[in-house]
């Protein structure tokens, strides 16, 4: 596995963490998945919106990362569901994507004592 020193600060939604749950992704998973999308080896939708093929290429995930100052895993969902997000969810996704962004240090730490966020990808 990657050392720490190749991740920047990664984080997962509550609603993705339950989404991984249920589909059997663990966050060793999801480190090992951040590598290669900071690699280069993800589907680069524009404006900070990644896909990611996860769990033996049976789920999608969408991750976040506009600035590449953090990167948030933010949407799962199974292939055999659907093929794609859709346009308007692009543009959702983009638009939370420079939200995300602009977030400063007091705000990331207020979403992850909230629970909103949680960070993955620390202790390797």
């Known amino acids: 596995m990657p050392d720490a020193e190749n991740f920047a600060r990664t984080f997962k939604t509550a609603w993705f963490s339950k989404a991984a749950r249920k589909a059997l992704i663990d966050d060793a998973e999801l480190c090992r998945a951040i590598a290669d999308v900071r690699n280069g080896q993800a589907d680069d939708l524009g404006g900070g919106v990644f896909k990611k093929r996860l769990d033996r290429n049976r789920s ?20 055999n569901d659907r093929d794609n997000i859709d346009q308007k969810e692009l543009t959702a996704f983009r638009k939370l994507a420079g ?21 993955i990808c620390h202790d390797l």
């Not at 990167?71 to 292939?79: D, I, P, R, S």
Request: proline share 2%; net charge neutral.
């Open 60 to 79: 999608r995930s969408i991750i976040l990362a506009k600035g590449r100052r953090f990167w948030v895993y933010e949407y799962l969902f199974a292939k």
């Open 99 to 119: 939200s995300y962004e602009r977030l400063d240090d007091p705000q990331l730490t207020r979403l992850l004592d909230d629970g909103h966020f949680m960070e």
